[in-house]
């Protein structure tokens, strides 16, 4: 009687078929960058600012971001530090900019995914320039939002 080699080769089949669907899901679901399962985000500027709800980007981990300005794909991120404060910046810097790497978070540093430089979170902002150093950009706390201007999205526009 071989009726339970039948079952189990059904079973098998019927697994790697299941792993293979799954497989093709994720990746059509990263191919189509559908919001809320890409590491990015496209924004989009109204009446000359991005506006990002603080609620969104206050959990401690980085949010990037990416906005069509004059051409270019202008990326930047948001980041909750230890201090408690948001911290924006574009996600490249002055050194590494040319091998389009950007950041990512480790723990309470961001970190340069071309030369491994960290950044302490807390210490990314308009007195932390040049170098390999997140490339400061400005921002407001306007309303429950992240208030960014497009002009200032715009002067970051020679990283990308």
């Keep these: 009687m071989n009726h339970g080699t039948n079952t189990m080769g059904t079973g ?17 679901v990263f191919a189509l960058n559908i919001p809320g399962f890409s590491k990015v985000e496209k924004v989009k500027a109204v009446n000359g600012v991005v506006s990002i709800p603080v609620a969104k980007v206050s959990d ?4 990037f971001y990416r906005i069509k300005e004059g051409g270019k794909d202008i990326g930047f ?18 050194v590494c900019y040319k091998a389009k790497k950007g950041y990512e978070q480790k723990g309470d540093f961001m970190v340069c995914k071309n030369c ?13 320039v040049g170098g ?4 400061y950009l400005p921002s ?21």
């Design 116 to 128: 491994n430089q960290r950044f302490a979170i807390a210490k990314i902002g308009p007195h932390a």
């Design 12 to 28: 098998l089949r019927l697994g790697i078929f299941t792993g293979l669907l799954i497989l093709v899901g994720v990746a059509t």
């Design 77 to 94: 991120f948001i980041v909750k530090g230890a201090d408690g404060a948001l911290h924006t910046a574009f996600d490249s810097c002055d």
């Design 132 to 135: 390999c150093n997140p490339s």
């Design 60 to 63: 401690g981990e980085a949010h």
């Design 140 to 160: 407001t706390i306007q309303g429950g939002s992240v208030i960014i201007k497009s002009g200032d999205l715009q002067s970051g526009a020679k990283y990308f």
